[in-house]
C-alpha cells in the first residue's frame, strides 16, 4: 500500500451522456452550462482547492471541447483585450490557468472502472482522487480535502460516502460499514452496487469523490465485467474492501 502525497486528480469524461439527449447529442454534457461555466469546471476548481493541480481527464469521441475550454484562445483574448472588456477576458483565462491538465482517451465505453484503469500510465504508483461530473459538490462543502487528510493519517482507499433515502439507494453503490473510533469515518466492510432497498446494507451510497490506492489498478485488470457488462469500479473497491477495508 502506497503512503506517498497525493498530487494528481483523475477525472472521468468520456461518457455518451444518453439521459441529457437531445441536449448532448454534439456538446459532451460536462460541457453543460451550470451558471456561468461548464459542469467539468467546477470540477477542476474543486481539485485545485484540495492542492491537486496535476489533473487527468479521461476523454472519448466527440469530447474536443473539453481540450479546447482549458486551453488559451489566443483570436478570443486578443478581441475581448481589444474591446476592453476585461471581465470575459479575465474569465476566459481563468480556465486556462486552473491546472495542469492532461488527457488520454477511453477507446470504448467499458464502464467507470475501465475509465479509471485508463490512468494507470499517468498515475503510477501514486495513490490519487477521482472526481465524477456527475456529482457538483457545493463550494461552501468540499469534501476532497477532508477525505485527503483521512488518507494520510489511515492510509488505504477513501470513499465519500451519503446518506440517501430509501427509495433512491437502488441508484447508488452502497456500503457496509463499521465506525472508526475518534475519526469522523467508518470503515467500509463491503459494497453492493445498486441493490434493491431491501437487500441494501446500509443507505450510505457512494458519490463521485474517491482517493484510491494505486493497488486498485492491479484489481481492475482483474475485474470482470459486471452490470451492463462494463467493468464496475465498485466491483474493484470491493476486492479491495476484503483485502484492506477502505475509510468512507
Known sequence: MSRNRVTKAVIPAAGLGTRFLPATKATPKEMLPVVDRPAI?????????AGLDDVLIITGRNKTSLEDHFDRAPMLERTLSTKNDH???AAVMEAA?????????????????HAVLCADMH?????????????????????????????????GSVLCLMEVHESQ?????????????????????????????????????????????????????????GRGDEIQLTDALKTLAHMDPAEG
Request: some cysteine; aromatic content about 6%; hydrophobic content about 40%.
Open 169 to 225: 439507494i437502488h441508484l447508488y453503490g452502497c456500503a457496509d460499514v463499521t465506525p472508526v473510533p475518534g475519526l469522523d469515518a467508518v470503515k467500509v466492510t463491503d459494497l453492493v452496487e445498486k441493490p434493491d432497498t431491501d437487500s441494501a446494507p446500509s443507505n450510505l451510497a457512494v458519490i463521485g469523490r474517491y482517493v484510491l490506492d494505486p493497488a486498485v489498478f492491479e484489481v481492475l485488470r482483474n475485474t470482470a465485467p
Open 97 to 113: 490557468e486552473l491546472a495542469q491538465v492532461h488527457y488520454t482517451r477511453q477507446g470504448e465505453p467499458r464502464g467507470l472502472g
Open 41 to 49: 469546471q467546477y470540477v477542476v476548481e474543486e481539485a485545485v482547492d
Open 87 to 89: 471581465d470575459r477576458l
Open 123 to 155: 498515475v503510477g504508483d501514486e495513490p490519487f482522487a477521482v472526481l465524477l461530473g456527475d456529482d457538483l459538490i457545493d463550494t461552501r462543502n468540499y469534501v476532497l480535502s477532508e477525505m485527503l487528510k483521512v488518507r494520510e493519517e489511515l492510509g
